[in-house]
């Protein structure tokens, strides 16, 4: 063997080292998990269409269909404020609730689009999830290593609700947003972290809960002062929505009072409000189940008595599980993790809704990420591993069929 053998062979091993290597597991998840979803939302939309929700002619609209079935099956609901803002502005008394970025974003690709907003939500959220997996893997890599972060990004994408990242909602952009201002407020960008949290605060006023979190994160910089300067960023961009209000409609403050649509109302015990109504909602859930559908009904919210007891039990067993999380996130990534997660819970526990008080609890945790790093962390032993993927699995798969037949869910 020549010494020119000798010396190439190592370079030409390092070569198919680099070509072996395999890619970001956070794309991986991301495309196999989002045609997953899509295949399984066709197939229960194509399976079960004579099982279509009775009312679903009462949500639906023009305005939710585009290309065909295909594509029109991600947008419900609350898709419909979104499309037509995005068409026709703001307007009516309950479009101020829906905050004004991503409905942006869909009018302009709309727009590029020829008319397709359905089209444009769609793709505008599929991308925002990508980007919102890739942060997170990176985000979680630098706490909980390589298996821990290819967890993180996998059990977020198996999360009961996580449906909604590819639906024309906001999550996954607020979801990108988020995760993107603690990724800079942690390398000490806080100019930019300000800039980014303002951007999710004209996304989900559930944004609010990122100003204590990020402003713990700038104090113990050694720079606080110009740390806490460039976060103020965030409210200043926050602001622009009201002021807009304000010439569009007269009223700075109609996103509050559009909240009324949802029969939700400000608590004066604040948050303790909406943990009271939700025990007392889930415990009445508990004795209808045991009475049956033919006893004495436990909570009128207008609807079936099982259904409503289903809704408002399952949504107390998300609030005990998301208590449970915020406080292994506080103890194991600390004070930033564990404060968004409280304000991320406080903020809809001080609105409750009449009669669903945890009205889409399930839906906001979603986007609250130390939820899924904690669960990553708990997820390192392979039983529970097994348990947390295979019950998050089994609860999307039921989540998907309510989303494709318009049974409510949220």
């Known amino acids: 063997m020549s010494a020119g053998q000798r010396i190439r062979e190592p370079r030409a091993a390092t070569r198919e080292l680099r070509f072996a290597r395999a890619p970001n597991p956070a794309v991986e998840i991301f495309i196999w998990s989002r045609l997953a979803l899509w295949g399984a939302a066709l197939l229960a939309l194509l399976w079960f269409e004579p099982n279509r929700h009775p009312q679903a002619a009462r949500w639906d609209g023009p305005a939710l269909h585009d290309l065909g079935w295909a594509i029109d099956v991600w947008a419900r609901w609350d898709s419909a404020f979104y499309l037509r803002i995005a068409e026709e502005g703001y307007r009516g008394d309950a479009a101020p609730a829906f905050f004004p970025l991503y409905p942006g974003l869909v009018a302009v690709g709309g727009r590029l689009l020829g008319g397709h907003y359905v089209l444009a939500g769609v793709l505008l959220s599929l991308a ?96 606080r002062g110009r740390a806490l300067l460039g976060l103020c960023l965030a409210p200043a961009l926050l602001a622009l929505y009201p002021v807009f209000l304000w010439l569009r409609l007269g009223d700075p403050l109609a996103f509050a009072g559009a909240q009324g649509v949802w029969t939700r109302s400000l608590s004066p015990l604040g948050p303790l409000g909406g ?39 399952s949504a107390l067993l998300f609030l005990v599980l998301f208590v449970a999380l915020t406080i292994v996130a506080w103890r194991r990534f600390g004070a930033p993790y564990g404060v968004f997660c409280a304000a991320s819970l406080a903020i809809p526990l001080s609105v409750p809704s009449e009669r669903w008080p945890l009205l889409s609890l399930p839906r906001f945790g979603l986007v609250v990420f130390p939820f899924i790093l904690a669960l990553a962390a708990l997820g390192g032993r392979p039983r529970v591993h097994t348990a947390i993927a295979g019950t998050s699995a089994l609860l999307l798969g039921v989540t998907v069929v309510q989303w494709a037949l318009w049974q409510w869910v949220a």
């Open 275 to 313: 943990v009271w109504d939700g025990l007392r909602a889930g415990w009445a859930g508990a004795r209808q189940l045991a009475a049956g559908p033919d006893g004495r009904v436990y909570w009128e919210a207008g609807g079936e008595p099982m259904h409503t007891a289903a809704v408002n039990l």
């Open 128 to 223: 925002a999830c990508l980007g919102a997996f890739l942060l997170l893997h990176r985000l979680a890599e630098a706490h909980l290593g390589a298996e821990g972060a290819r967890r993180a990004v996998l059990y977020l994408a198996l999360f009961p609700t996580s449906v909604f990242l590819s639906a024309v909602y906001a999550e996954s952009l607020f979801l990108l947003l988020v995760v993107g201002a603690f990724l800079l407020a942690e390398r000490r960008r806080f100019g930019r972290a300000g800039a980014v949290a303002g951007l999710a605060l004209l996304t989900r006023p559930l944004g609010l809960a990122l100003l204590p979190a990020l402003a713990l994160i700038a104090i113990r910089s050694p720079a």
